[in-house]
């Protein structure tokens, strides 16, 4: 066993993050006012990453001794994790500053976190997606706190730390039963003993408590709880972060654990899965209705997207696979930009986040109100926008493996979802009150919210674009 | 048979017999005037019992985080050092890897201050 050169160019976009992570905490070290510089090396880094991602995508194999993927999944996953710390470091810059927490920190967390994604997305063995799992959620805890003056943010940062942390002990266990009942901790060998071993109580219990920490990361209910006050108090850049970035990874990892071929040969798992999912859907967007404040909002219709991406691991097909794909980075980017256009509105003391403070907004501000009523068109699944092809796709899936009624299920939910996401597009273009306060914003959160604008549109009508480079990796 | 083992029972029997009276010499010959100060237990002169909701400060915690960086580059380093001829230049340039990302995370909190107590 040896580590060669070659590893650390394979895995080429987690060596640059890596790299560009460092960097940024050395120049926060030696240099006094360095906010500005730390959020374009950020940048800069996280383009070459994608650049390294996109085009090393072909050469698929393995690294570091068979522990980390290269290429195919992983990169693909990487250019999305890549776009989600892109545009939250866009949108950050403007935000930051009027929360008085500009520290180059920010930008060298965001970094961390954008590594251990790629890490659980590349993990070829449970002990890299641990790793992977807790450098994301450590790097959440931390920057969920980041308001250090304010309350809620204290908060949030503790609620998600206790629990994330109580979750952790669920996963790390069935890590250890699975190693137990298969002797080996490579996914690649798990999945493949599950045919192999007779019924199994320590195996299926293994897999049980596996899926109680991922159902955690991914926001699924039952184990939803954290979810509304972490995304009320954190920062609303670092929510939208948490939300995208955090749930595609962890659903990386759920499709590379819990891939198709091993949910098609545990039956029980199959059937679980479908519960979580339908109950994520149907708690999340009833709960989301009542809702006033629209970042609380968001956080609830978070849990019921989590609820439509796992249709697509019932599924268990190749429709529901590349259904999820698609989904994550059409919901990465319209989330991102619906949390983007709050953050500019959101003044000093968490004022202007209820419905109200929109109303008539489409007057005032014609080019946000129209960026976000894309984004919330896209989330409520309206074609031809990016959101509904995701939910197509992973539905179509569901379809195919025998499980309509979770598909129904998912329909029904969506129509139940419009009335919230339209209330505050019929607000913010029917009403007239226009008392909500200049947003600030700076012409890079302004080029990103225009950037989510325009892939929400493109990857609605052009799907195939993303849809191609899927397609081949299954 | 057993005979041979006598020293070695006579041996047991003074070392057992010299440890009682080491322990117990002092209380046998010498003088006792006990006060409140004498018979608590000594603790580095803190108060030994004392209420536990008590405040102190952040700075301890942050000396505790400080030590823990360090306590777990040893825990790597020992197993490292001892397998070190078998790991060749992969060893020398992975643990190379460790310690200056290690130096880097030790320079941003000495230059921050947090090393100062005040």
């Given at each position: 066993m040896s580590?060669s050169?070659?590893?650390?160019?394979?895995?080429?976009p987690?060596?640059?993050?890596?790299?560009?992570?460092l960097?940024?905490?050395?120049?926060?070290?030696?240099?006094?006012?360095?906010?500005?510089?730390?959020?374009?090396?950020?940048?800069?880094?996280?383009?070459?990453?994608m650049i390294?991602?996109?085009?090393?995508?072909?050469?698929?194999?393995?690294?570091?001794?068979?522990?980390?993927?290269?290429?195919?999944?992983?990169?693909?996953f990487?250019?999305?994790?890549?776009i989600?710390?892109?545009?939250?470091?866009?949108?950050?810059?403007s935000?930051?500053?009027?929360?008085?927490?500009?520290?180059?920190?920010?930008?060298?967390?965001?970094?961390?976190?954008?590594?251990?994604?790629?890490?659980?997305?590349?993990?070829?063995?449970l002990?890299i997606?641990?790793?992977?799992?807790?450098?994301?959620?450590?790097?959440?805890?931390?920057m969920?706190?980041?308001?250090?003056k304010?309350?809620?943010?204290?908060e949030?940062a503790?609620?998600?730390?206790?629990l994330?942390?109580?979750?952790?002990?669920?996963?790390?266990?069935?890590?250890?039963?699975?190693?137990g009942?298969?002797?080996?901790?490579?996914?690649?060998?798990?999945?493949?003993?599950?045919?192999?071993?007779?019924?199994?109580?320590?195996?299926?219990i293994?897999?049980?408590?596996?899926?109680?920490?991922?159902?955690?990361k991914?926001a699924?209910?039952?184990?939803?709880?954290?979810?509304?006050?972490?995304?009320?108090?954190?920062?609303?850049?670092?929510?939208?972060?948490?939300?995208?970035?955090?749930?595609?990874?962890?659903?990386?990892?759920?499709?590379?654990?819990?891939?198709?071929?091993?949910v098609n040969l545990?039956?029980?798992?199959q059937?679980?899965?479908?519960v979580?999912s339908?109950?994520?859907?149907i708690?999340?967007?009833?709960?989301a209705?009542s809702q006033t404040s629209?970042?609380?909002m968001?956080?609830y219709?978070?849990?019921?997207?989590?609820?439509?991406?796992?249709?697509g691991v019932?599924?268990?097909?190749?429709?529901?696979?590349k259904?999820?794909?698609?989904?994550?980075?059409?919901?990465t980017?319209?989330?991102?930009?619906?949390f983007?256009?709050?953050?500019?509105?959101?003044?000093?003391?968490?004022?202007?986040?209820?419905?109200?403070?929109?109303a008539?907004l489409?007057?005032k501000?014609?080019?946000?109100?129209?960026?976000?009523?894309?984004?919330?068109?896209?989330l409520?699944?309206?074609?031809?926008f990016?959101?509904?092809?995701?939910?197509?796709?992973?539905?179509?899936?569901?379809?195919e493996?025998?499980?309509?009624?979770l598909?129904?299920?998912?329909?029904?939910?969506?129509?139940?979802?419009?009335?919230?996401?339209?209330?505050?597009?019929?607000?913010?273009?029917?009403?007239e009150?226009?008392?909500?306060?200049?947003?600030?914003?700076?012409?890079?959160?302004?080029?990103a919210?225009?950037?989510?604008?325009?892939?929400?549109?493109?990857?609605?009508?052009?799907?195939?674009?993303?849809?191609?480079?899927?397609?081949?990796?299954? | 048979?057993?005979?041979?083992?006598v020293?070695?029972g006579?041996?047991?029997?003074?070392?057992?017999?010299?440890?009682?009276?080491?322990?117990?010499?002092?209380?046998w010959?010498?003088?006792?005037?006990?006060?409140?100060?004498?018979?608590?237990?000594?603790?580095?002169g803190m108060e030994?019992?004392?209420?536990?909701?008590?405040?102190?400060?952040?700075k301890?915690?942050?000396?505790?985080?400080?030590?823990i960086?360090?306590d777990?580059?040893?825990?790597?380093l020992?197993?490292?050092a001892?397998?070190?001829?078998?790991?060749?230049?992969?060893?020398?340039?992975?643990?190379g890897?460790?310690l200056?990302?290690?130096?880097?995370?030790?320079l941003y909190?000495?230059?921050?201050?947090?090393?100062d107590w005040?």
């Amino acid at each position: 066993m040896s580590i060669s050169f070659q590893d650390v160019i394979a895995t080429g976009p987690i060596t640059v993050v890596s790299i560009v992570a460092l960097v940024v905490l050395i120049v926060e070290t030696i240099r006094d006012k360095t906010e500005l510089l730390t959020c374009w090396i950020s940048i800069t880094g996280l383009v070459l990453a994608m650049i390294v991602a996109f085009t090393s995508i072909e050469n698929t194999g393995t690294a570091y001794s068979g522990m980390v993927n290269t290429g195919g999944y992983a990169n693909f996953f990487a250019v999305v994790f890549c776009i989600a710390g892109l545009l939250s470091t866009m949108l950050s810059k403007s935000y930051i500053q009027k929360e008085n927490i500009e520290h180059g920190e920010y930008y060298f967390l965001l970094l961390l976190a954008v590594v251990g994604m790629m890490l659980m997305a590349a993990a070829a063995d449970l002990i890299i997606f641990f790793l992977g799992l807790e450098l994301m959620s450590v790097t959440f805890y931390v920057m969920a706190g980041f308001v250090r003056k304010r309350q809620a943010s204290n908060e949030a940062a503790l609620k998600y730390f206790l629990l994330g942390a109580f979750a952790t002990g669920f996963l790390l266990y069935g890590i250890a039963l699975l190693y137990g009942s298969t002797g080996t901790t490579n996914i690649e060998s798990i999945i493949s003993r599950a045919d192999i071993l007779p019924p199994n109580t320590t195996f299926l219990i293994g897999l049980g408590l596996l899926l109680i920490g991922l159902a955690f990361k991914v926001a699924a209910v039952p184990f939803h709880m954290w979810v509304p006050d972490v995304y009320e108090g954190s920062p609303t850049t670092v929510s939208g972060f948490m939300s995208t970035g955090g749930k595609a990874a962890a659903f990386s990892a759920l499709l590379l654990i819990f891939a198709p071929k091993l949910v098609n040969l545990v039956g029980p798992i199959q059937e679980v899965l479908a519960v979580l999912s339908a109950l994520s859907m149907i708690v999340g967007n009833v709960i989301a209705i009542s809702q006033t404040s629209i970042k609380r909002m968001l956080a609830y219709s978070s849990i019921a997207h989590a609820g439509y991406l796992l249709t697509g691991v019932v599924a268990a097909n190749a429709s529901g696979t590349k259904g999820i794909l698609f989904y994550l980075i059409a919901y990465t980017v319209m989330n991102i930009g619906a949390f983007g256009v709050l953050s500019t509105f959101e003044s000093k003391d968490r004022q202007n986040l209820t419905f109200d403070d929109y109303a008539g907004l489409s007057s005032k501000k014609p080019v946000l109100a129209g960026l976000m009523a894309l984004f919330m068109f896209s989330l409520s699944g309206i074609p031809p926008f990016a959101g509904f092809f995701g939910k197509y796709y992973v539905f179509v899936g569901a379809v195919e493996a025998g499980y309509t009624w979770l598909a129904i299920v998912g329909v029904l939910m969506s129509v139940v979802s419009v009335y919230y996401y339209l209330r505050l597009v019929v607000l913010m273009y029917f009403k007239e009150q226009a008392v909500i306060s200049e947003p600030t914003v700076s012409s890079l959160g302004l080029t990103a919210l225009v950037i989510s604008g325009v892939a929400v549109v493109e990857l609605g009508i052009f799907p195939s674009t993303v849809l191609n480079i899927i397609a081949n990796f299954f | 048979m057993l005979e041979q083992y006598v020293p070695i029972g006579i041996m047991m029997l003074f070392a057992v017999a010299f440890g009682i009276v080491l322990v117990n010499i002092n209380r046998w010959i010498g003088p006792r005037r006990p006060s409140t100060e004498k018979l608590s237990t000594y603790e580095s002169g803190m108060e030994p019992v004392r209420t536990a909701r008590e405040r102190f400060s952040v700075k301890f915690y942050l000396v505790a985080m400080l030590f823990i960086v360090f306590d777990l580059e040893i825990v790597f380093l020992y197993p490292w050092a001892v397998v070190f001829r078998e790991l060749e230049t992969a060893g020398i340039v992975g643990m190379g890897v460790f310690l200056i990302v290690l130096s880097i995370g030790f320079l941003y909190e000495w230059k921050k201050g947090a090393m100062d107590w005040h």
